[in-house]
């Protein structure tokens, strides 16, 4: 069974202010990262605005990123949807596409399943399709959380492969490690302050929003870890830090956005109601940036 690992990040959907996918723009995206070095890349997901996107554009972002990517990187998709049976449409259309290595599913959203719905919800979804699923967890954006003894339920599922937690709480990061390190089961991070700590601990990398803008820096991170130059590993973390606190500089997500557009690569709007970034803020992003040696 595939094996997560690595830098992957979550790439932006590049869009023009109606909403139009910008296939150009997703293939510069594209380039960018995997030319910085990381091991797969993450489309569809909460910072690709999947919440926005018909079924049509979800298809093309899979298909434009699958045919340009042409093998040099794992691709991974999100199925994020709220309910169990659009979640599965969602992983059948990446399934259907082909060339997809795996699919991530957050929790859902708005409502509030308790554990036993969660576990029956991650079921139904791996038993709809042959693709390896990654359980993914973001307390603070769904209010739903997916307990350890949750996640050790579900790795003894054949196709669960691993979970995204991008709660910040260590202690629960490293309990999905602890209890699951027997399994065949990858724990990867989604805060990107805590990739050198998670690989300490034991986990084997991050779907990071941060390596959309640094890819060189995150999968430094990772890269340094492996060779086992850790102190380098920590040094990087402490340089990748500044990026993603200045995330908090305007509405998710569109500060990924301005950065790459910043950069010269052409990464468009963000769906509204988020609107562009205050010309303030944007000023500290572009020194947050310069600070970064990125421009």
């Given at each position: 069974?595939?094996?997560?690992?690595?830098?992957?990040?979550?790439?932006?959907?590049?869009?023009?202010?109606s909403g139009n996918l910008?296939?150009?723009?997703?293939?510069?995206?594209?380039?960018?990262?995997?030319?910085?070095?990381?091991?797969?890349?993450?489309?569809?997901?909460?910072?690709?605005?999947?919440?926005?996107?018909?079924?049509?554009?979800?298809?093309?972002?899979?298909?434009?990123?699958?045919?340009?990517?042409?093998?040099?990187?794992?691709?991974?998709?999100?199925?994020?949807?709220?309910?169990?049976?659009?979640?599965?449409?969602?992983?059948?259309?990446?399934?259907?596409?082909?060339?997809?290595?795996?699919?991530?599913?957050?929790?859902?959203?708005?409502?509030?399943?308790?554990?036993?719905?969660?576990?029956?919800?991650?079921?139904?979804?791996?038993?709809?399709?042959?693709?390896?699923?990654?359980?993914?967890?973001?307390?603070?954006?769904?209010?739903?959380?997916?307990?350890?003894?949750?996640?050790?339920?579900?790795?003894?599922?054949?196709?669960?492969?691993?979970?995204?937690?991008?709660?910040?709480?260590?202690?629960?990061?490293?309990?999905?490690?602890?209890?699951?390190?027997?399994?065949?089961?990858?724990?990867?991070?989604?805060?990107?302050?805590?990739?050198?700590?998670?690989?300490?601990?034991?986990?084997?990398?991050a779907i990071a929003s941060?390596?959309?803008?640094?890819?060189?820096?995150?999968?430094?991170?990772?890269?340094?870890?492996?060779?086992?130059?850790?102190?380098?590993?920590?040094?990087?973390?402490?340089?990748?830090?500044?990026?993603?606190?200045?995330?908090?500089?305007?509405?998710?997500?569109?500060?990924?956005?301005?950065?790459?557009?910043?950069?010269?690569?052409?990464?468009?709007?963000?769906?509204?109601?988020?609107?562009?970034?205050?010309?303030?803020?944007?000023?500290?992003?572009?020194?947050?940036?310069?600070?970064?040696?990125?421009?």
């Amino acid at each position: 069974m595939f094996k997560p690992k690595g830098i992957i990040p979550a790439l932006v959907t590049p869009m023009d202010r109606s909403g139009n996918l910008l296939e150009d723009g997703l293939r510069q995206v594209i380039d960018y990262t995997i030319e910085g070095g990381v091991h797969g890349v993450f489309v569809l997901g909460s910072t690709g605005e999947i919440y926005g996107l018909d079924k049509k554009q979800k298809q093309r972002v899979l298909e434009v990123t699958v045919d340009h990517v042409a093998g040099r990187v794992p691709v991974y998709a999100g199925a994020s949807e709220i309910t169990t049976k659009d979640c599965i449409q969602t992983a059948q259309l990446a399934e259907s596409v082909g060339g997809i290595s795996a699919v991530s599913v957050l929790t859902p959203y708005f409502i509030t399943p308790n554990q036993q719905e969660l576990a029956d919800h991650y079921r139904a979804i791996a038993a709809s399709t042959k693709l390896p699923i990654i359980l993914y967890g973001n307390d603070e954006k769904t209010n739903v959380s997916i307990s350890p003894d949750t996640a050790v339920e579900l790795a003894n599922v054949e196709n669960i492969v691993g979970i995204k937690d991008s709660s910040g709480d260590m202690t629960k990061l490293g309990e999905y490690i602890r209890r699951t390190r027997d399994k065949e089961f990858t724990v990867l991070v989604g805060r990107d302050t805590m990739i050198f700590a998670n690989l300490c601990y034991g986990g084997e990398g991050a779907i990071a929003s941060t390596a959309n803008v640094a890819p060189k820096i995150v999968s430094g991170i990772y890269d340094a870890y492996v060779a086992g130059e850790f102190e380098k590993a920590r040094e990087l973390q402490y340089k990748l830090a500044p990026l993603r606190l200045a995330f908090g500089l305007g509405s998710f997500p569109v500060v990924m956005k301005e950065a790459l557009n910043l950069l010269g690569i052409n990464a468009g709007e963000t769906l509204g109601p988020i609107n562009e970034m205050t010309s303030q803020n944007r000023e500290k992003l572009i020194q947050v940036l310069k600070q970064m040696e990125l421009i």
